[in-house]
Every structure is written in structure tokens, then in C-alpha cells.
């Protein structure tokens, strides 16, 4: 069992940073990769960004490349998602996610966190 708690959301301008963190509790960590979605008012829930346990692989979506970097550092059981040049149409509620198989689809993933606001204004 994993336990994931996001961090780091907020309201900010457009051009602005963010970084959100994704504290985990349980073992074996460094075994499950992880992945960040987020989803918008009426919207269904979108893949971000995801990177494999050993941190060796990353994949974003073309919206953000260049502008998110995914990361963790297993030694604290946490991942991060550094967003910069924020723009609206990033403002969403975004979730970190974990489990044994990475990918882009949302319902692979066995584990979640209860997710934090971005709100970015124009």
C-alpha cells in the first residue's frame, strides 16, 4: 500500500512557478512509477507528465514540454512537478498518481493522492 499527499498549489499569474510535491508513505517506493494528471471543471482527467521508479525515463505531454520537468527523489519518498511560464489553460486540480505499470492512461494506476488546486490568472 502507498499513500500519496500533494502540495505546492495555488493561485497564481500566468508566467509564474509553481512547484507541487507528492509526499508517499508505505514501502518499496522506488519500485512503482509515477505520473501526474489533472483535470478541469467539465473536463475529463489529462496526463501530465510520468517518470519511472529508478528515474531514469520521463514522457510529458506536448502542452507542457518545456515548461513542466517531472522529478523524484526516492531517498524521501517524494515527487515533484516544477511548472513554469504558467498560463490558464493550465488551471486544473492536479494529482500525483503510483503503481506497478506507467502510463498515460489515468485508470492504470492503483494509487492516489486527493489532489491539489492550480489556479492560473490571465
Known amino acids: 500500500q502507498v499513500q500519496l499527499v500533494e502540495s505546492g498549489g495555488g493561485l497564481v499569474q500566468a508566467g509564474d512557478s509553481l512547484r507541487l510535491s507528492c509526499a508517499a508513505s508505505?514501502?518499496?517506493?522506488?519500485?512503482?512509477?509515477m505520473a501526474w494528471f489533472r483535470q478541469a471543471p467539465g473536463k475529463e482527467r489529462e496526463f501530465v507528465a510520468d517518470?519511472?521508479?529508478?528515474?531514469?525515463?520521463?514522457s510529458y505531454i506536448d502542452s507542457v514540454k518545456g515548461r513542466f520537468t517531472i522529478s523524484r527523489d526516492n531517498a524521501k519518498k517524494t515527487g515533484y512537478l516544477q511548472m513554469n511560464s504558467l498560463k490558464p489553460e493550465d488551471t486544473a486540480l492536479y494529482y500525483c498518481?503510483?503503481?506497478?505499470?506507467?502510463?498515460?492512461?489515468?485508470?492504470?494506476?492503483?494509487?492516489w493522492g486527493q489532489g491539489t488546486q492550480v489556479t492560473v490568472s490571465s
Open positions: 508505505g514501502h518499496s517506493f522506488s519500485l512503482y512509477h
Open positions: 517518470i519511472r521508479g529508478d528515474a531514469q525515463t520521463t
Open positions: 498518481a503510483a503503481g506497478p505499470r506507467i502510463s498515460t492512461d489515468y485508470t492504470m494506476y492503483d494509487y
